[in-house]
């Protein structure tokens, strides 16, 4: 049976066979992977930013954006590419955020592997452990007293 589904990009009925977009929306992509790859390939070109490569291919940035995160451009090949950090949105050429963010990440884990909450939930849980060995024999005398009262 063939697996019919709508192209996630034109909304085409297409058979979800070999690609998760239509034949024509992948030719499309294909073709402006080609008009990128040319022209970046220029020796010329090489160290284009994404800006210059978006203006001179027509080509959408996101979709460059998609060939460099999928590796089908090759950053080391191409000095000043690079993609939107996640969470600042400065040019980052590895990873899913800038060296910026990555840091700011790491200082924030280590600050919070130091605080000191940590050390002090220690002896908060002896405490609270010591006032409920406390209660207990409370408990039990009224216990005691519930049954006293029965008899
Ligand atoms: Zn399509
Ligand atoms: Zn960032």
Known sequence: MADLANCPNCGKVFVKALRPVCDACYREVEEKFDTVYTFIRKSRNRSATIDQVCEETGVEKDLIIRFI????????Q?????????KCGESTREGRLCSKC???????????????????????????????????????SSLYERFRRKD
């Open 69 to 76: 995160r999928e590796g089908r451009l090759q950053l080391s």
């Open 78 to 86: 191409f000095p000043n590419l690079g993609y939107p950090c996640e």
């Open 102 to 140: 990555k840091k700011e990440i790491n200082d924030g884990l280590r600050e919070v592997r130091k605080s000191p909450d940590r050390e002090e939930r220690k002896p908060l849980r002896h405490k609270s452990l010591a006032a409920e060995n406390n209660d207990l024999p409370d408990l039990e």
